[in-house]
T-cell receptor, first 117, second 114 residues
């Protein structure tokens, strides 16, 4: 069965510094996708970045990058040059995209990030 | 990308009543999903809304409690029936296009049952 684990309930980072949010996953499928979302206090889910299991390069989107280590089954999110507006809950999620593709996302427990001025 | 309009954005309801949440997408999408996020928790899938047929519910969720409609490829509703305080959560609509790289969410409905 699929599982996503985020072991950091809360993280602090100083403004303008980089921070890494951990995510490990478990799946028996060879084809899958990994997503990161940001959820501010308003409750909306903001899509940040996507990594496919067959992508050879780590995904990047502006200040967000994904450190994908397939053998270790980890997909850590790196936020560079943190800003006060980055303070939010961050979720890692996975979707199986092979023959068992149902489109469903499985979410980790989330990490609360607080950026200090 | 798809633009998703979900409403209401929040509501306070009396126990024993029902609330219907609407999800409107600006383009036709193949997959629509409803998630629940209880306070301080992660997101849990309630069901997949299937166009023209009954929704597919996840373990622990039943149609009598969470009836879902999906009359076309751009619209779906989720009803939370006979509400109790334990139903107080954020309910989120999500859509998937044909590309596996995309999964977008509506703004969410913050429900409080008193």
């Amino acid at each position: 069965a699929q599982k996503i684990t985020q072991t950091q309930p809360g993280m602090f980072v100083q403004e303008k510094e980089a921070v890494t949010l951990d995510c490990t996953y478990d799946t028996s499928d060879q084809s899958y996708g990994l997503f990161w979302y940001k959820q501010p206090s308003s409750g909306e889910m903001i899509f940040l970045i996507y990594q496919g299991s067959y992508d050879e390069q780590n995904a990047t989107e502006g200040r967000y990058s994904l450190n994908f280590q397939k053998a270790r089954k980890s997909a850590n999110l790196v936020i560079s040059a943190s800003q006060l507006g980055d303070s939010a809950m961050y979720f890692c999620a996975m979707r199986e995209t092979g023959s068992s593709n149902t489109g469903k996302l499985i979410f980790g427990q989330g990490t609360t990030l607080q950026v200090k001025p | 990308s798809a633009v998703i309009s979900q409403k209401p954005s929040r509501d306070i309801c009396q126990r024993g009543t029902s609330l219907t949440i609407q999800c409107q997408v600006d383009s036709q999408v193949t997959m629509m999903f409803w998630y629940r996020q209880q306070p301080g928790q992660s997101l849990t899938l309630i069901a997949t809304a299937n166009q023209g047929s009954e929704a597919t519910y996840e373990s622990g969720f039943v149609i009598d409690k969470f009836p879902i409609s999906r009359p076309n490829l751009t619209f779906s509703t989720l009803t939370v029936s006979n509400m109790s305080p334990e139903d107080s959560s954020i309910y989120l609509c999500s859509v998937g296009t044909g590309a596996n790289t995309e999964a977008f969410f509506g703004q969410g409905t913050r429900l409080t049952v008193v």
